[in-house]
């Protein structure tokens, strides 16, 4: 039982790395100058007082980034989680996504650029 409980560990621990550097090792630039893409580039950025000032200079509710803003075509949610930004989704009072995947670490070739674009 022991056995099972520390290669479940790892397998978090390694699962969490890899969500890690996926946001470690992509860059994030906007496509536009639009509310909707400031708000995602916020989140881009991990920090929920930074998504906080970006909201409260725009004039935006929590509610309204949360219910109706979609990065790149993805819900806030499903964009946050898909790179990792935890602490994006904590301040917005959120919980990423979870689920299991296997990622080919023999496929990571430098840094991946990611031009981002939110809803208007």
Do not use: W
Not at 35 to 61: F, W, Y
Not at 70 to 75: E, G, H, M, Y
């Amino acid at each position: 039982m022991k056995r099972t409980t520390l290669l479940g560990s790892a397998g978090a621990v390694l699962l969490g790395a890899l969500s890690m550097s996926a946001s470690a090792q992509s860059k994030f630039i906007a496509a536009d100058d639009s509310i909707g893409t400031q708000l995602c580039m916020a989140i881009t950025k991990d920090s929920p007082h930074t998504l906080r000032n970006e909201m409260k200079d725009n004039h935006v509710r929590k509610t309204v980034v949360v219910n109706k803003l979609q990065c790149n075509d993805l819900t806030v949610r499903q964009f946050a989680s898909l790179y990792g930004f935890d602490r994006s989704l904590k301040g917005l009072g959120m919980t990423p996504l979870t689920e299991t995947s296997i990622h080919d670490l023999a496929k990571v070739h430098g840094d991946k650029l990611n031009v981002i674009t939110g809803s208007h």
